[in-house]
Nanobody, 124 residues
Framework: QVQLVESGGGLVQAGGSLRLSCAASGRTISSLSMGWFRQAPGKEREFAAA????????YYADAVKGRFTISRDSAKNTVYLQMNSLKPEDTAVYYCAADSTRRDSRQSNEYNYWGQGTQVTVSS
């Protein structure tokens, strides 16, 4: 069983930055594909970023490419999402997810563990 706890959300002005953290327990993140997804009010959950279980590859949605960076610290068993140049359309609940079958996917239905989410609000 994997437990994921997100933190770091909050209110920020457009153009600002936030760093989200996802602390994992139960398994080491080096054995998991890890992803960040987001869900805005009235919209479906969408992929934002992922990091392969090897840590060698990262993947981004077109909407965040060049502004967001996913990384991990294996010693802390934590995955991060650095978000720069934030826009009002980035406002959403951000979820950390883990896939124990290591598919390195952009599809939410291929992740079998989820955190509770953290709210990110970007004001214009």
């Amino acid at each position: 069983q994997v437990q994921l706890v997100e933190s770091g959300g909050g209110l920020v002005q457009a153009g600002g930055s936030l760093r989200l953290s996802c602390a994992a327990s139960g398994r080491t993140i080096s054995s998991l594909s890890m992803g960040w997804f987001r869900q805005a009010p009235g919209k479906e959950r969408e992929f934002a970023a992922a990091i392969s279980w090897t840590g060698a590859y990262t993947y981004y949605a077109d909407a965040v490419k060049g502004r967001f960076t996913i990384s991990r610290d294996s010693a802390k068993n934590t995955v991060y999402l650095q978000m720069n140049s934030l826009k009002p359309e980035d406002t959403a609940v951000y979820y950390c997810a883990a896939d124990s079958t290591r598919r390195d996917s952009r599809q939410s239905n291929e992740y079998n563990y989820w955190g509770q989410g953290t709210q990110v609000t970007v004001s214009s």
